[in-house]
């Protein structure tokens, strides 16, 4: 990283290549970006799934990215210099234990890969993963910069910097952008002016990853929070859904009503989709989704979702084609010219906590907006969560850093300690102890 | 406070002087300590019962101490060297809702002064007393030393350091001394030693009132966690009663299987008596007390005290009596004296967190260990709670900080939000809110 | 502040407003810009002052900004969304002492208004002052933005801080400019490519004012820092004049060899100008400033200096003229443009630590850069200092607090601690209390 | 350690078990303690002087303690319960560069052994051979307690905790003792009442060590401050000597002018002798010693009373005797007793800040009371230091972290910064320079 002297003979390195969502959006942005050109390895469990990422890769663009499937991840991170995990901790069959599992006890939940049970248990089977991971990067890479995308975010990049103090990685996550758009189309019906992209919504934006809030948001020399203010308590029962989105048809839409109640409850702008955030507080939210109108995404959607992409990845070998060169919404080429050099970017991360967000203990991944420039990225200071906000994050927090540290030392107590303590967890300790020790079972973990 | 020197002509102030209980455990320490003399200025918002404690006092001990109910808290504060806060924040009236009212809503509890709804609401009624209080201290006595035994202990003596920021307060409480006899009686039990005082047991001490934990303790040069845990491993079924306290005989007796099931989870000894553990945690043992072996304290069990108390004190006074001059027991009076100059003890006190309790917030009232000399009260440092227990007492921290601010504020959002955060309300949110509603109208709070 | 909705009616209140240096940049900056418009409040202790620049302000421009000499500090806040404080602090009398005074003593200074026994009783004399401006912008325009160009930036702002802690003030210099355009000048030189603006220097800088550092510096993909050892390495001895500007011209330049030296020995670039730097350590460079090619300001010159622009004054008023629309180089009106919301800027300010500099204690006042939006400015993590310098810039932070404390409650004894802890006054504590004491007399200071 | 069942195998390893001073009188007091019997392991790079304190061991006392000279580390510490380490660091003759090679720069020490340049280059020279103990202690008995009796102890201590995070270590230093027996004298002249012994005069003890301060004094219920204060002023001028300890006597005693100044300077009592005292700050003291009625020790004092005390060790080998039974003042045998379980203590140590003194950095070496127990030393939180003493403290807390750092990185820039940012190095940077490579070079350090 440090020696980059041309821009043209890049390295990056994709954990989790064969990945059949993050990867294709990547090649895509990447091919539509003309500042850069370079190499990407990819590196893959499934190496077979990597190597048909190769071809596809290879596909698409005008070239200037080489795609190579590679065996080992020594090979994979040698010489990078910006690396991306994007991993599937576990297989969907684990994670239909890790969400459906506990409704035979009353649980339900709407993502499950965050918090209640099934994130708890999903950052256990994440962590020695990650350990491995932080290692290779310690050994192969130490100056590169690392892009997480996997979750559970926090736990995940939380142990990326247990393991590698001096690891430079960051985790990145679009949940904030949907609410930009969110305000963008408020701007425009209540005060009649379009905005032109989401990037122009600016907001002040702090928590941790899936529960973050915005405290202050503007568009312009416009003061947003008085506005959503209205906004929201004129769409607080009927709900509002993006332009063409209308939430009954896809089951990772909404139309916000649970951040509506929480902007009532707690004064601030939630800043995730109402799937993650429901799963944040022992709220009346996940027994009655239908009339919070939103939907618990099932493992068996998922299952299908990836039947289709593998379908869709077959058709594009067969064709000989590539991606198509569109961009997908995302930050990641951005965030990966500016730590190049190429231009400069604030934009929300997840990183360990310096201050920037004052209420959340020291050194939790807390989300809040960054400086991104040429090898380097600062977070910036963003104040402190609302009270009630606070004690609910600060929970989450210590169940997060409980299930880092027992993921690492194998301490089955502590891990069991955090389980009981998240809000979801409502039912008695005997129970949730079997329900722990079941799941725990199934995944043979510990 | 500063220029004393004599140390016979001592003013202490005693608000809450109506006192049935506490006040006359004094009297009868101070009857038998040789070392101080004085007054004890008696207020209370019933000054009849002052009055008649005026009289119970002036018949006490040798004539030593004179006592003197006054009508304002100015007449008291005074000129004391000594300030002592003992007073139910409103009624046993108001403490039956505190209690009972939230049995309707399937939340029961054993004492309900400290945590759950009834600990919550009692800390909003008192502080704006506790807030009266200290800035009368502030105005009155500000070099004085303030003991205070009220409870919500934490939110109480929060409130003291909030108001007045240079009070010198601390929160007294006997919970952990029972704990010290319970390991005495181990030690007789396990090694045939018998232990003279429970004060030879040494224990280091550290949490949040009656949420303390013991984490090291010793018995001369005897490391006694090894001990406990034969011991707790022995009596975790059946149970163990002090010597001569069965604990069907009392509603404030247990076997202390709460303590040692926490015991087995945490793996540090607690330091309060099961009623009062019980109610932090959303365990098992408040649904089914018979069967845990400990007691729901009953408002009404209360009541038929106070008027047992009431004819005792009838009687004392047509008797022109006082008490008898018998160690009640509690550490006030060797407090008192510790500090006035007479000797120093170590002690555990109520104070603001300055890194005594590593992880816990700093400001926080905590309890541990505390080195008492003339005119200083010095925190000693005391690590860390147990990872687990740090989860639990942190977010019991959250909602004392949110009750003193709201109740000084009067932002009843953020009072809500922390009876929404406690652990005993697993109840739906509306549930919820209608009853704290309803609570808090009964109290006309807020 | 937070109604502004149109920016044509802007309200800049400017304490100082009879300046003849800062008053006019803005008036000319302002000038040129098209984005807003409003009313500039000019107040000074020297009515006479602010009313001749009322005359030259309003012919000024285009006649959007309107210029207005007010007598109270009341009728200059009233509504203000915009404050600059750009004071002198006494008379350049009173500088003689501070600067000259310590000659006596064989101390030499060669700004004396920052940090050694000049800028100490400088910031003695300056912290009433703005102890009054605090509580007059806490009573009259508490929401508004206050930028502050006041020496000793750090005592000034942090009693801002201090007396009104909800204001919402950063401290502003552009010594750091100067050290861009020093690395603008070295890319060109070193790598044959102009840098179009010194912004395009993209600098991580962190410290306290006039002792700042950088510890990463790019342009685009190009880091900085080894081409800087070269560099530095290369003029090391003769020194590197910036383009036009020989050091011997103006008692303003300096050919940087402090700059060098002070990075030769502590790895960072100084990011001030050597007048500046010189004066925060005992090192050779006060001794012998020919030598190391920088000039003792002295107060004769300023003297001079101002009777050359009180002619200049007289001029415009006769000619009816205003001050020639042409861009100062300072980025106060872009900073007063980003807090309106138009455009967001990352630069260096003045501001409580809230951990931006990680090895200073919180609530300093530090220079970072920071993120300015809408009604928001927000440091940026800049990590820590080199060891060596955080030895002496914490020496400093000691002492502006003790500045800031001891000129707020009149604490001589504290003042004169820091008097004796400054790295300049390397004589005997009796001569140093002789110096104090008279410097102190002169001006009649507590 | 934490299996100790019975009192009479202790094993205490002795690194510089050679010594003549501390070993003798650890051999006295633990000849006269009835408590605790075992073994005393004496390792010490000079073999044959263990082997000679062997003798004089097993000689002293009725032979519940045997001495075992041993020849590794390994040896001495296999087993320990307690570590005691009181080394030379490097010869007297090293001493002597240390303490009489800067006074050809005009720099005068008093000691040498803690700050100022010889205090630094003793530090660089102890932290290789602390780190080595370190590491030993780690492999071989990481459970026992190390008590640290070597200049300079706050580097020493530092660094035992930088290398072994997990040690159990403290720094004994019996400076505060003396000012306690000059307070007690000062009780018995002034209010005629004589202090049985110097612990009963209670004192609030904070700082580093040998520039430690007291905040708070008492004799039972008496405030000794006020007293203090007429008592210094009245023997500010003349000087207060010791009961039968004339300062012209030793060069070890003073008449305690320099605490009396500095006392008046900064409101609290520095309890440490004032040769001590004197180094810290770059007062007038060293210049004048015989005006301030204190010494500077010179090394050929210290060589000539090491040959004194072979001649006495030479005596006792010969006649085979071992040392008198006669308690030597120090501590040390009544902290073993204490952390064995034996009685519990308050006395003042130096371990890690923890918040103990709340405006110095955590985790520096900081010097104030704590309760020992069983297994457990906990600090005592005493306050802030005065304003004007923290200034001067932290800059030798920065000091002794740069010298711990740059010792065992072998930074020799960062070691130098220390140098320079020493109060007695006021020379020129280049001269500084000259000088620290001159005394580094005769060491052959770094």
Known sequence: MCHISTLDQIKIAYIGGGSQGWARSLMSDLSIDERMSGTVALYDLDFEAAQKNEEIGNHSGDGRWRYEAVSTL??????????????????????EIDVHFPERCGIYQSVGDTVGPGGIIRGLRAVPMFAEIARAIRDYAPESWVIN??????????VLYKVFPGIKAIGCCHEVFGTQKLLAEMVTERLGVEVLRREDIRVNVLGINHFTWITEASYRHIDLLPIFHEFSAHYGESGYELEGESWRDSVFRSAHRVAFDLFEMYGAIPAAGDRHLAEFLPGPYLKQPELWKFHLTSV??????????????????????????????????????????LGEIVTNVNVP???????????AIVETNALITRNSVQPIFSGALPKGVEMIATRHVSNQEAVAESGLTKDRGLAFQAFLNDPLVTIDRSDAEQLFDHMLAKHQLM
């Open 74 to 95: 020594k090979k994979a991170l040698s010489g990078a210099d910006i690396v991306i995990i994007s991993i599937l901790p576990g297989s969907l069959e684990d994670m």
């Open 300 to 341: 068996s959607f998922r299952k299908q979702d990836r039947d289709e992409k593998r379908k869709e990845t077959e058709r594009l070998i067969v064709q000989k084609r590539g991606v198509a060169g569109k961009a997908s919404g995302e930050e990641g080429v951005n965030i990966i010219a500016a730590l190049l050099g």
């Open 149 to 158: 995308y996997t979750n559970p975010m926090s736990v995940c990049t939380r």
């Open 353 to 363: 906590n310096q201050g920037q967000v004052s209420n959340l203990p020291l050194q």
